[in-house]
Structure formats: structure tokens, C-alpha cells
């Protein structure tokens, strides 16, 4: 049977299964209900914002999480799926249920149930809050999720700022890299640099002058360029061929058209 009850927020829990402590200080006292449950019945967001998941990072997880319990439960919203098994999606806490999932010994879940949360968009958000504030999403996942947004508000572009809390001038570099050169992209998605400034400066070193961007790219993918120096190369190459092209336009303005009479 399921234990269900009103948890006792920010105090120490036991639970059936043995997990040392739950803390829950993070979510709101009056909106959420404490459930055990069994781990097949808690599923994944297929439009969670995050895609890319670490093996190596989630068996560390599975491990600590044997060792210590499930030190903070996973936030579900009440979903039944079709297949009759799956009945609560995860809006935070996907990375933790992936790791329990590995385990044998880990069989059932400490999960907050936030039914006051229907709303999509407010789902969406604060799955980017929570992803962005552990830096989990790649930034090219963090430039998708704000795309999302974005089209949710139907494409008011104060309102998705507002909604998602940053700059109007982060929030347009970052939501310009959906429409970055591939390179740039599949660099982003690996995680080598998280600066967006690096990456749009990638992006427009790719838009004149392919050539060098890739060269650039490599030299960072095998660590030829520090990691602080990144951004300050990228940027000293981005001014250089803008000036040589600016060059070019002024010699080619100042060569006279010359006629020749037959």
C-alpha cells in the first residue's frame, strides 16, 4: 500500500524503505503531498527541456542514493499514461529517478505531488529554473526551452524575459543559438564551454569566415585553447575579420572601373 500523507516539511523523515531523510525545504508547505511509491510508476517528461544525461554522473548518483536515500524526493504532477503503469510525470527530479532506476535495491520513491500545477508553461518553467539553477541543461537545451517559451506567450518577447527572470540581452544571445551554425551547436551540446558569449561569438566568427570558425572549434574541442581563453580568442578573431572585411569593402570602393575601347 501507498503511504500518503502531508509531509513535515524541512524535518527529518523516515520512510518505509529505509531512506535516511527528506528535505523538502525547497518547495511550498501548503501545495504539495509526500507519497512512497513504487519507482515504475513514476515517468519521464518527454518535454522535459533537458535530453543530455551523464552514465558515469547518474551511477555515482544510483550509488549515493543507496547508500544515503533519496536526501530530497522528486516533484510529480498526478498523469496517468496509457500503458495503465505510469502515473506521475516528473517535472523536477528527472536525473534522480534515471539513477533509481539503475538500482535493484532502490524499488520505491519519495515524491511531492503538485496537482495545483496544471498550467504547461508554468510545468516548463520550472523545469528551467531548476535545471539552470544546477547548471544540468547544455546551453543549446537552455536555447530551446526559451524558444518554448517564447512561442507559449505567443511570441511577446517581454513577457517570456520577465517569465523566465534573466536579461533582455541574455535572453537574446542565448535564444539566437537555436539558429547556430551545427558546429557551434554540437560544440554547445557537449558542454566544452557553457559561455553563451563565446558561443554567439563562434557563431558569427562561422558566419565570416567558416574556415577559421572551424579551425577554432577544434582547437577547443582537444583543449589546445584554455578554457579561460576561450572567449577572448574567439572575440580577438571575430574583430579581426570584421576589420579585414571592412578593408576589403573600402579597396574595392576605391578601385576605378576601367573601359577599354575596341
Partial sequence: TMSEKKPTWGSKTKSVSGQKRVDVRE??????VLREVDKNSVFPDPTQPRQTFSDEALTELKESIEENGLLQPILVVEDAKEDGVGKYRIIAGERRWRAAMLSEKILRLQVVIRNDISDELKILLA??????????????????????????VDGDTEKAIKLLNVSKTRFSTTIGL????????????????????????????ASLNEEKANDVIDKIREGEISKNGIRKTVSDLVKAEKKALKQNKKEKKATPFLFFSS
Fill in 127 to 152: 523545469q528551467i529554473a531548476e535545471n539552470v539553477h544546477r547548471e544540468n541543461m547544455t546551453i543549446i537545451e537552455t536555447a530551446e526551452s526559451y524558444k518554448r517559451v517564447l512561442d507559449a
Fill in 27 to 32: 518547495f511550498e508547505a501548503e501545495a504539495g
Fill in 178 to 205: 537555436n539558429k547556430a551554425d551545427e558546429k557551434v551547436r554540437e560544440l554547445a551540446k557537449e558542454g566544452v564551454t557553457k559561455d553563451v558569449d563565446t558561443l554567439a561569438g563562434l557563431n558569427v566568427l
